[in-house]
């Protein structure tokens, strides 16, 4: 229910990772959904080397080598992970654990797996960011309807954009540019666009047509933003400067939410 775009190219493709099949567009990027190829994948998140993607699963996370496209490590340690991201350096990753109701550190160069964050506040977290600059990072809270940002100097977290409108927030995305965020929520199928220098909170795609929203990324320019419509079985693509909404005609998988064990 994630996707990632990868960088430094001129054509988008809906790779269904592994031995999937992959149907093509015009547009900017190569575009990485999770399949259940990777023991009921929720998530992926490709780094921006585009050398390796982490696909999260259950209980674990596992590491890709995108050039051999074959599983090199998995990480362990977790309850229900399902959003990541990966750092600017690729020196780590994070990892919403839901069911852990925690923010899992992945430390790339050593492989080591901790929690260094406090869980007080946290409920559900579903996807999480890493800012550009990686002074930062935001999750959606979706057990409390909020989003937390994580001081990554510190290691602390506090709870913004509560009373928003935000409900069931499921994945977010950082602009390029740090200035944005975009949040898919599922219970009310809209996207919340969040001003990160005022903390304003507008839905400005009111009729787009989404239904139960999962997964959003920005384009390395900051020009589109992706975002995988579940229930519609496509992929929509928003012009992030005239706010026109397309949904693309790309022939995916159905991803549903895997049964809790």
């Known amino acids: 229910s994630g996707l990632a775009i990868q960088s430094q190219t001129t054509s988008m493709a809906a790779a269904l990772p592994s031995t999937a099949t992959a149907a093509t567009t015009s547009s900017t990027a190569p575009v990485y959904l999770p399949t259940k190829i990777y023991n009921g994948a929720r998530d992926v998140a490709l780094s921006p080397d585009n050398a390796f993607f982490l696909v999260s699963g259950y209980k674990t996370v596992t590491h890709v080598d995108t050039n051999t496209n074959t599983a090199t490590r998995t990480y ?26 925690n923010i899992g550190h992945i430390d790339l160069r050593t492989h080591q797996v901790s929690f260094p964050y406090p869980k007080e506040g946290i409920e559900s977290p579903r996807s999480v960011a890493i800012s550009p600059d990686a002074s930062f990072a935001l999750f959606t809270n ?76 920005f384009s390395p320019n900051g020009a589109l933003v992706l975002v995988a419509n579940s229930k519609g079985n496509n992929v929509a693509c928003i012009d992030f400067h005239t706010r026109q909404v397309t949904f693309l005609g790309l022939s995916l998988i159905h991803i549903s939410e895997p049964t809790r064990q």
Not at 88 to 100: I, N
Not at 147 to 157: K, V
């Open 76 to 101: 362990k340690g977790f309850r229900w992970p399902w959003g990541l991201d990966i750092s600017p350096d690729t020196s780590f990753a994070l990892v919403a654990d839901e069911g852990g109701r």
């Open 142 to 217: 979706q057990g409390h309807n909020n989003i937390g940002r994580i001081n990554l100097r510190t290691n602390s977290i506090t709870f913004h954009y509560n009373n928003t409108g935000l409900d069931l927030p499921c994945g977010i995305a950082i602009s390029p540019d740090n200035r944005h965020a975009i949040v898919s929520n599922k219970n009310n199928s809209t996207i919340a666009l969040i001003d990160l220098q005022t903390d304003e909170v507008s839905f400005p795609f009111p009729d787009a047509g989404f239904d139960f929203p999962h997964g959003v990324a």
